[in-house]
């Protein structure tokens, strides 16, 4: 909320607040951001998403709208590809940054060479001020965790003096903030791997679940896809790739093109063991995918 606020304040703007009643409406949402000609979209990617496939989410129908700003989560590049589709001259803008860090700490414009070039899509440059460091997980590895360096990270969290010893530190004088996210450098831009609960071992070796994700989205008839594990006692005992899709096909023959898809792509172990077809995926509170709703609905069907 403080992105909107503080950059309505800064620019003379006004921000236009919408209920969730008001935003489960789609046609009274759409037609609510065209009634106070609403400028800048600030979002999770999940929320936009919703409203991609309305026939007024466009520029002919919401012409004032010129700015997309996304964060909270992964941008998926088939979203933006749309939305360049949709509002040919609005920009599109992706930005990083936990609330331990005052929220966003590097931001980029997705152009038309980004999408392009990139499967998946950078979270940004570091603002002035700050840096990201990267925690290699091996030396011999561009990746590893994201450690957010600069004034604008918080002191730590209110009387959890273990916790601040595990996620801050100091850092050439300055704050320095453990993020628990993975990513790495390519052209001085920072890419997001997912969380590092994303990356899961299993049978010994260490998979990226956001990565089958991003495969399984190559195919011409999947419009998004969730990969998950399904853990027991700690251990994951399942690869579980949920995916939705363009036009109805049968699950059967789906799952065998897919897995054979995948095989060309992929090593053995980073195959789903299983493919489960839904409409949409669950969003929390926040308007980020609730992937936990998701294996929850996944296990009652398999003991139904």
Known sequence: SLCDILNAFTKGSTVVLNSTEIVKNQESFITRLNKYKCTVWTSTPSFVYLFLRHPNFNSEFLSS?????????????????????NFTCAEIMNAYGPTEATIVTTLVTITDDIIKNY?????????????????????????????????????????????????????????????????????????????????????????????????????SYVTDAVTLALKKNNEVKKIVSFVILKYPVNRDELKKDLISFLEKKLPYYMIPGDIFIVDNFPCNANHKIDKNKLLQDYLSLQLS
């Open 119 to 219: 499967t998946s899509l950078p979270i940004g440059f570091p603002k002035k001020g700050s840096e990201i460091l990267i925690d290699k997980i091996n030396p011999e590895s561009s990746e590893g965790e994201l450690i957010i360096v600069g004034d604008h990270v918080s002191v730590g969290y209110f009387k959890n003096e273990e916790l601040n010893k595990q996620k801050y530190f100091i850092h050439n004088g300055k704050r320095a903030f453990r993020t628990g996210d993975i990513g790495y450098y390519k052209n001085g831009m920072v890419f997001y791997l997912g969380r590092n609960d994303d990356q899961i071992k299993m049978h010994g070796f260490r998979i990226e679940l956001n990565e089958i994700s991003n495969v399984i989205c190559k195919t």
């Open 65 to 85: 709208i010129k700015t997309f700003l996304f964060m909270g989560e992964e941008l998926p590049n088939r979203t933006c590809r749309i939305l360049k589709t």
